[in-house]
């Protein structure tokens, strides 16, 4: 998400830099060469929306974990009483039985 968002950053700055010339060379034409605000504003919003939207969703991955280490949940891997699809899984599924069992 991190190179999306600098490849927006990059394409906006090379835009930037394209209507700056391409102003110049209209002012030199024309007086009175300024893009209308009311051009510019839809633009804008449009192209940082997805840069918002891009750190917030840092900080939440940042929460999560920080929430998994604090809960010190496993990265992958199972636990030593599951057994892989490999074996079955008939060791999970018969100690699920015999909680149902107790209960």
Same mark, same amino acid.
């Given at each position: 998400?991190?190179?999306?968002?600098?490849?927006?950053? !990059?394409?906006?700055?090379?835009?930037? !830099?394209?209507?700056?010339?391409?102003?110049?060379? !209209?002012?030199?034409?024309?007086?009175?060469?300024?893009?209308?605000?009311?051009?510019?504003?839809?633009?804008?919003?449009?192209?940082?929306?997805?840069?918002?939207?891009?750190?917030?969703?840092?900080?939440?991955?940042?929460?999560?974990?920080?929430?998994?280490?604090?809960?010190?949940?496993?990265?992958?891997?199972?636990?030593?009483?599951?057994?892989?699809?490999?074996?079955?899984?008939?060791?999970?599924?018969?100690?699920?039985?015999?909680?149902?069992?107790?209960?």
């Amino acid at each position: 998400m991190r190179v999306a968002v600098q490849e927006l950053h !990059d394409s906006l700055q090379s835009l930037l !830099d394209a209507l700056k010339q391409e102003e110049s060379e !209209d002012c030199e034409a024309k007086s009175g060469g300024i893009m209308p605000l009311m051009e510019v504003i839809p633009a804008a919003t449009f192209a940082s929306l997805p840069i918002e939207i891009a750190s917030r969703v840092d900080i939440a991955v940042g929460t999560v974990k920080e929430l998994a280490e604090m809960c010190e949940f496993k990265v992958g891997g199972r636990s030593g009483s599951e057994t892989s699809a490999a074996d079955g899984g008939i060791a999970v599924e018969m100690e699920t039985v015999k909680v149902l069992e107790r209960v």
